[in-house]
Antibody, heavy 119, light 108 residues
Framework: QVHLVQSGAEVKKPGASVKVSCKAS????????LHWVRQAPGQRLEWMGW????????EYSQSFQGRVTITRDTSATTAHMELSRLRSEDTAVYYC????????????WGQGTMVTVSS | EIVLTQSPGTLSLSPGERATLSCRAS???????LAWYQQKPGQAPRLLIY???SRATGIPDRFSGSGSGTDFTLTISRLEPEDFAVYYC?????????FGQGTKLEIK
């Protein structure tokens, strides 16, 4: 059974950074691409970036360029997404999702991680 | 960036009825790169349709996708109680991948 399990909810102050993890199991981690998508309250899903878990290639959305860093640890079959310089508008549920490659539909999703930014 | 606009915003139907959801793109999208997702409250999205027409693993055949160019449709032939949810279209052929704003399918 393919699973993506994310780390728990976070509460951060404006200006801080948050790091969310996504552990994969049940498939060959390095054979897939992992995306990060967020959903602010009442808003549409917003793609943030992806990492090729095999070769480590990365692409970020211009909307988050300079603030987001996606990494992976192949030995731990885990991907991480760090978002810096947080502001209140970053309050959202953050999801990881896997796809066969960078241009494939997102077929497996993590359960989501709520990040709240509040002073 | 390709903007996806879904209509209607809310669709009120009864179980057993047919649902037709629309997704319009601001520029042409290859059918290869158009997907539909279902999301229920408190849950992650679930892939229903990829490549505009292909059902994902385990998705019942009452769900079907169609369309090309800038206009795509998700059809649910006979609504079951578990189908009432929010549906999103997505294009993933052009970076950044983008999603529509969603159609809420509610019980009438």
């Amino acid at each position: 059974q393919v699973h993506l399990v994310q780390s728990g909810a976070e509460v951060k102050k404006p200006g801080a950074s948050v790091k969310v993890s996504c552990k994969a199991s049940g498939y060959t981690f390095t054979g897939y691409t992992l995306h990060w998508v967020r959903q602010a309250p009442g808003q549409r899903l917003e793609w943030m970036g992806w990492i090729n878990a095999g070769n480590g290639n990365i692409e970020y959305s211009q909307s988050f360029q300079g603030r987001v860093t996606i990494t992976r640890d192949t030995s731990a079959t885990t991907a991480h997404m760090e978002l810096s310089r947080l502001r209140s508008e970053d309050t959202a549920v953050y999801y990881c999702a896997s796809s066969g490659n960078a241009q494939a539909a997102f077929d497996i999703w993590g359960q989501g991680t709520m990040v709240t930014v509040s002073s | 960036e390709i903007v996806l606009t879904q209509s209607p915003g809310t669709l009120s139907l009864s179980p057993g009825e047919r649902a037709t959801l629309s997704c319009r793109a601001s520029q042409s999208v290859s059918s290869t790169y158009l997907a539909w997702y279902q999301q229920k409250p408190g849950q992650a999205p679930r892939l229903l349709i990829y490549g505009a027409f292909s059902r994902a693993t385990g998705i019942p055949d009452r769900f079907s996708g169609s369309g090309s160019g800038t206009d795509f449709t998700l059809t649910i032939s006979r609504l079951e109680p578990e189908d009432f949810a929010v549906y999103y279209c997505q294009q993933y052929g052009s970076s950044p991948a983008t999603f529509g704003q969603g159609t809420k399918l509610e019980i009438k």
